[in-house]
């Protein structure tokens, strides 16, 4: 739940008995939507601020290293990835981030609800400056859908940039859901999802691993990042490959990337997948 006074917008997480505010100057937009409430707020210090159901989703300052963990480690990892398929990511950072690769040949991004990228062109244009790449193919519809009819071994990543497994984003951490991306991926094709909180919400991150496992993938592996506007400020997202163990860090093509990271790199990118020990041993 969310509460808003005349300065600050508040996410109340009441399961954690934890609270995370952000002070305002005023709000930008608010609509409702056939599948969601969204708001976008201007705030004082970090920049425009998008929230969607009482949840915070996006702001202009710290979203760089949510969208920077979402796609360049497993980019990175994957010799060759050509065909890359986006599942949520309305705010179009995830899909940019991706379209920076000049490997990428084709990047197709599934978003259920329209008005979040039409709100983010209008609110985060930095996000979608790369909406109109000819790489890039926005589709409006149902991500679970999709992936079902997509023909077999036609993708080498696909990242699940959602929202929390409730209502529209909830089939999107099953087993028959990580059974259809396995179809999709070609050998040692990779999938990313974001898995939320460690601290919080390690029952969800304990039945990824085991939905994954289940559907047929041959590793699986957590990695971690800071993340502020976020319940508890910490958190994860979960990789699996196809056919082969997540190694293989292409470490020379880190170093040699044509554009800049703000948070990402090949020592960020190694020490994201060591894990503290509580969450190690939750997760073996």
């Given at each position: 739940m969310s509460t808003l006074d005349a300065n600050w917008f508040t996410e109340i997480h009441q399961d954690a008995g934890s609270a995370f505010s952000l002070r305002i100057r005023r709000k930008l937009a608010d609509e409702r939507t056939p599948y969601q409430h969204i708001e976008v707020f201007e705030t004082t210090d970090f920049g425009n601020f998008m929230v969607i159901d009482g949840c915070t989703m996006v702001t202009a300052r710290e979203n760089f290293v949510y969208h920077e963990m979402m796609t360049h480690p497993v980019l990175y990892t994957h010799a060759a990835p050509r065909d890359v398929l986006i599942i949520g990511g309305g705010d179009c950072g995830t899909l940019?981030?991706?379209?920076?690769?000049?490997?990428?040949?084709?990047?197709?991004?599934?978003e259920i609800d329209e008005r979040v990228t039409r709100l983010a062109e209008q609110y985060f244009p930095e996000l979608c400056e790369l909406n109109h790449d000819p790489r890039a193919t926005l589709i409006f519809g149902d991500g679970i859908q999709w992936v079902k009819d997509a023909p077999a071994s036609s993708l080498d990543v696909v990242i699940i940039d959602s929202t929390d497994p409730v209502g529209p984003a909830?089939?999107?951490f099953s087993r028959p859901f990580y059974a259809d991306c396995l179809r999709v991926l070609r050998a040692g094709g990779m999938i990313v999802q974001q898995s939320e909180s460690p601290l919080l919400h390690l029952k969800i991150l304990r039945d990824m691993h085991s939905a994954m496992r289940d559907a047929g993938y041959a590793d699986v592996r957590t990695l971690h990042f800071p993340q502020m506007i976020y319940p508890s400020g910490w958190w994860s997202a979960t990789v699996a490959r196809k056919g082969e163990k997540i190694e293989g860090l292409r470490e020379v093509d880190v170093a040699a990337r044509p554009f800049e990271t703000k948070y990402y790199n090949a020592d960020i990118h190694r020490a994201a997948f060591?894990?503290?020990?509580f969450l190690r041993e939750a997760l073996a």
């Open positions: 940019r981030e991706v379209l920076r690769h000049p490997e990428v040949a084709s990047a197709v991004q599934v909830e089939g999107l060591v894990l503290p020990t």
